[in-house]
C-alpha cells in the first residue's frame, strides 16, 4: 500500500491545521497507522499512532494534548489534527504503517514503521 500525505501549509503560531494520509489500498484491521516528523538538522520524530482495528492512540510528549490522530474506514485515510501551533512544530511530516499480522500494541520506534510516499511540509511562523 502507498501513502499519500496532504495538508501542510504555512500558519502562524497558535492556528490549526489538519493533515492527511491516503492509502492506495486496504488497511487491514490489525495494522498500525502513525506520523512522524523530521525538521532541517534533526533526527525523525514521534508524533503519534493509532490502532486500525480499536483506533487505540499513541502521541509523542511534545504533541501530546494539541494534536489528535483519527481514521476513516471508508476512506482508508488517517488524519492528524494540530492544534495550538509553535514554531517547534515546523517539519516535514510523513505518514506511516506497520502491517502487522495480530494485534500488537502501538510503539513509538519509527524503525518499525513503514515510510512509503512524500511526506508534507508545515511551516509555523511566529
Known amino acids: 500500500v502507498q501513502l499519500q500525505a496532504s495538508g501542510g501549509g504555512l500558519v502562524q503560531a497558535g492556528d490549526s491545521l489538519r493533515l492527511s494520509c491516503s492509502a492506495s489500498g486496504d488497511i487491514f484491521s490489525n495494522w498500525h497507522m502513525g506520523w512522524f516528523r523530521q525538521a532541517p538538522g534533526k533526527e525523525r520524530e514521534f508524533v503519534a499512532a493509532?490502532?486500525?482495528?480499536?483506533?487505540?492512540?499513541l502521541y509523542g510528549e511534545s504533541v501530546k494534548g494539541r494534536f489528535r490522530i483519527s481514521r476513516d474506514g471508508a476512506k482508508n485515510t488517517v488524519y492528524l489534527e494540530m492544534n495550538s501551533l509553535k514554531p517547534e512544530d515546523t517539519a516535514v511530516y510523513y505518514c506511516?504503517?506497520?502491517?502487522?499480522?495480530?494485534?500488537?500494541?502501538?510503539?513509538?520506534?519509527?524503525?518499525?514503521?513503514?515510510?512509503r510516499g512524500q511526506g508534507t511540509q508545515v511551516t509555523v511562523s511566529s
Open positions: 506511516a504503517v506497520r502491517q502487522l499480522p495480530s494485534r500488537t500494541p502501538l510503539i513509538a520506534s519509527g524503525a518499525q514503521y513503514d515510510f
Open positions: 493509532l490502532t486500525w482495528r480499536e483506533a487505540n492512540k
